[in-house]
């Protein structure tokens, strides 16, 4: 393998992984799912979500440099909307693991309850 390629390899695992840790809190995955059916103001997802302004608009602000959210100025506000809507489709794969997994381990638990 090329040194080149290498470091190209190294680069989309790297960008990969960069896009996962911008999804790794439970907030900015709050945020992303209230994007999923229309745009919002950040006054409109602090009212939606329960949380402090600023702590919206730290969130907001990882998800937009990670690419996951633009914004668009409409008036004196700004506007977010999700990028991409596959990656509602992603999430919901990645609750349906989750799922199967603590199934697993119910299962397990049960088993070893019963012998």
Do not use: K, W
């Amino acid at each position: 393998m090329s040194t080149v390629t290498f470091s190209l390899s190294q680069e989309v695992h790297h960008l990969h992984a960069d896009l996962c840790s911008a999804l790794a809190d439970p907030t900015r995955i709050l945020l992303v799912y209230a994007l999923s059916d229309r745009p919002h103001h950040v006054g409109e997802l602090v009212n939606e979500l329960g949380l402090p302004q600023s702590t919206v608009s730290r969130h907001l602000r990882v998800l937009r440099e990670r690419g996951l959210v633009s914004v668009a100025r409409q008036g004196q506000n700004m506007e977010y909307s999700l990028m991409d809507q596959r990656l509602i489709e992603s999430l919901d794969v990645l609750r349906e693991v989750l799922r199967d997994s603590l199934a697993r381990r119910a299962q397990l638990v049960l088993e070893q309850e019963a012998s």
